[in-house]
């Protein structure tokens, strides 16, 4: 069984940072392209970042120029790199990927979610 496991969420004040990591476990074949949502309180879960296994990214306009979204595929890892904080980043930030299993079929994995809160 697959899981992705966040963590690095928070408290900072509007101008701070923070780093986002989500690591996948389990056994599967390959783990293919990964990506940041978040949801804020009474809004749908968006788009953040994504991020290929080659490395090509994808950016929300809201994040592009402050955010930074990486990975390590030897560690089965994806990051984001949040800079330039401010209140309207705050929301629950979950971890998204597809895992390709022993059978080659697809199959997309969630996060538990990460709670960032940016106090004015």
């Known amino acids: 069984q697959v899981h992705l496991v966040e963590s690095g969420g928070g408290l900072v004040q509007a101008g701070g940072s923070l780093r986002l990591s989500c690591t996948a476990s389990g056994s599967f074949f390959s783990l293919n392209a990964m990506a940041w949502y978040h949801q804020a309180p009474g809004k749908q879960r968006e788009l953040v970042a994504s991020?290929?296994?080659?490395?090509?990214?994808n950016y929300a306009d809201s994040v592009k120029g402050r955010f930074i979204i990486s990975r390590d595929n030897a560690k089965n890892t994806v990051y984001l790199q949040m800079n330039s904080l401010n209140p309207e980043d705050t929301a629950v930030y979950y971890c998204n990927a597809l895992i390709r299993d022993w059978d080659s079929f697809e199959y997309e994995h969630w996060g538990q979610g990460t709670q960032v809160t940016i106090s004015a």
């Open positions: 991020i290929l296994r080659g490395g090509s990214t």
